[in-house]
């Protein structure tokens, strides 16, 4: 197995991977950014790629929402949840936080840390880099500006770097979700606590438009857990949502919320039914259990039998 | 064939029955009242029963809504519209309306007449009789006291009965529908116009209960063209519904509405599809379709090739 | 105060008014229909007019829900409900059911006697009577023919019939609810467990036109206690709905749920708020109760308070 | 008047700014996050801050989103929209696009013109910028290493920087959408052709909540025309709704809807009511209507006139 990941090495995004059975032992290629990655599983070169989707705080991966909602059909296999903490590095010479004056680090890790720099380090200057392990590489090349980096523990830890505060998040408990992403192909088996993705583009602009959709999820009994609206790229205004929802396209509700979900709205793509992580606990009404949807079925079918052929 | 019906012979639900194909020259059994009809039909002496359903004035016929709705299934083979009008006849020797003391008739056309009454035999009291042809019938025995009887022409006609007065209807136009019942067994092929009775107990007494019903139909684009409560028998405030629908459970949107009904309420009853009387014409969105739906059913079962066995 | 009610005395009807504190010592007018006992209130003869309008068994009372959904508007000031329990009462000289060849009663009272009736008095014809009352008075007079009568045990101690069986009703525990109609007035106080009564023209005949009205309740949280539909007279498919819900209209969800109605319905006609009779306790949501209500308005009208003038 | 923007100088929010009338006299001082700048709003420093909130490309702008929809009240005052096109600056030497190593521009810029890049300068390294402007300006300054940068044509042309390609955006016609926020205050009044921003916590995570909120809208016939789900920061799966409406607080069926909302959602925000740009043309249902509202109100109060006190 071949597995890619956004990189680099050290990144939030290789622990997540690293915590998929048989990862630790496989192939695992970084890439600089979402689309590189996805671009490697469409064409064959990596088996499957991890990709942030979700922060708790900074909310969606917009690259990687896009990514996954067009282009070359792509599936989820598997999410995982990382706990998201940050220390505060520093260049060699640096020995307290008074001394530092710009500190580098990727503009999502930024956002999670200001209140923590604006209280400690209120004159460092923010600079961006392409991701947190490459900010905290900076502090050992010499060509580099930059007193100080925000990064995972780990690649301090990999790269010896020196720890002048930890952790540095304001909020936390953060997590971020990570989507292992593969070609269409066999669904993971429902394990009874799974989620399903789907893309749904919204047709029209009008009172309901919306409501017509969760309708379809509504009168199955299916929760939603992440609804995110994205630009089509056609304007303001139009939007495709990407939504999860509790359950597995083996059970009757949701092939059921599919099949109507597919009649109002037939460009929507199926993005995978796969495992929830997290000890997500889904109850399902005995309206909307697979026992009912096959007595309905069952009786409905039994009714057709006097049909004229 | 034998075929009864709500009798005696000359009512407006004779003249239903007269327009079923082929019952003119079958054997036609008159019944003293609706459940008399349907036992008839339910224990084998007779094929199908014709009685009234739903009267354009007056409102759905409740001996026949709750004899269908319980009991041994039944099944509606078709429906029939008849236009009412009554008229007024008179025994021999009275021979103008200020003579006319009391006037007999069933208490349906007496409400569809009275504003003509009031007016025109203000002094006359009403008598009630079991039908209106038994009513004009009465003014032939000289044990009956009545003046005046309310009734169809067709009865006056037959038994060559003084008219005088008529039409004595209230409001003209009026229209009786009737149903053609018979024991569960195949099903009238789809014209395209069709409707789809359906009897729906409600199951609990809170709000959105009923809409949750009406949501199954919502969702697939069924309309309703009649709906009824009727009382359980079991208390003020347990009601079933006695729901007519436009469509043919041969059509996807009804079968599919169908099954999310068996769900949200397991023990409705399905009483047929027929063709609709009248002139309905039935439009179908595009997302209701039977194309959409078998390219809706399509999908989900190409992406449900992907489970494991 | 001068109370009618649909006679005669002895019936069903009068037990109910006899119910409103003071009616026993007021005078009590017994009119010959509905029609005619609420066109006295309309006139001005009397103050109120107690009629039936809904019966555990069967159903609506059609004369009373059309009668006071149209023409000059009317009030309900009260709801009282009444058990009903039938007795067979005899003709002199008949000794045994055996002897019994025909049965006076009204059409309704047969509708819930007769699986007693099939079963002990099969050869008994059914002679329709205009009140279960005048039924039970016809044993008395010797013009009449019928050897038997069902009616109120309270009919049939006052006349000092025989009674030869009893309870002859085929559901124990039917009870008619019966309303006390007034002209437009003061509304009777809010008791916490009250009802309110709204007639709804249904302006469309399409996919979700009652729901647009069911809606307007279910998004105040108002229950609803009572649903019948009922002709309008302008042909098949034209409905009003008769709609009872939980709720006074002194309660900010009750006048909320009237306003929505009145712009997607505005033909609608108030009947009335009352005391709920037979221990209906109505809970509400927090989130609809008057203070959430008082809250909501409040900081709306805060947010106008910077709206130019 | 004192305004800020997201700064420096130069980029597409100082073009929004420019079109607020009067901006061009007025002070306009450049902040460097959108952070910093409501927080000088918030302080008095600034009398209002131009800020993007959402692009037709890359979607909403999170750090806006969050920073309004918390912390003391903000409210926005107008909407601005801004075509957004790029060009590709070169350093001086750099004469033709083979020459290109590396490329600097904001993040948002990058993902905007992705494609041009990878076809036109494959082998170009993304320098992630804090600002498009920051990252021209960098070809001024010698510490700097990258060749080439992703711009405005407005700084470009400010700073007489070399052009070497433009257009270079992949998706021609995107806009972004900038809004103009200030203290809460005077609401400008309604033109017809309004939107009211709200900001709406999702109390619970189960099948329907998510439609009781848009239920509010839907029964007030409410268009929404942005819907953006971010997450409260509490952990995965708790979010809240930031969502623009068609329609100005001093029309009936927005504060109707309010009200609706603060029942069930009573953290709610209200974000302001201000024209909005872009030729948006909205139509209002007869039902929806101040006259249907003003009517309905009406109705209602007259029939509360007869409360008692």
Redesign the interface.
Known sequence: MIYTYLGPAGTFTEAALLQVPGAAQATRVPSTNV?TALEMVRCGEADAAMVPI???????V??TLDAIATGEPLQILAEV?VPITFVLTVREGVESLAQIRTVATH?HAW?QC?GWAEKNIPKAE?????STAAGALGLLDP?A?HDAAISSPLVAAEENLRVLAGPVED?A???T?FVLVGK????P?PTGNDKTTVILPLAE????A??EI??????R???????????T???????FFSVDVEGH??QARI?DA???L???C?DLR?LGSYPAA?GLVTTVDD??SDK??A???A??AG??G???S
């Open positions: 689309n979700e922060n708790s705080v900074e909310g969606g917009s690259a949840l503009g956002a200001r923010f600079v961006p880099a392409s060509l500006h909020n408990g953060a997590v979700r269409p192909g066999p669904i088996e602009d009008r009172p309901g919306l409501m969760l309708e379809q999820f509504v009168v009994g299916v929760n939603l857990s992440r609804i995110e609206s994205r630009p790229g056609e304007g303001l205004g139009h939007y396209l083996a092939a599919l099949t109507g597919h009649r109002v037939p199926f997290g309206h909307t009912a949807f007595r309905a079925n009786w409905v009714l057709r006097n049909l004229g």
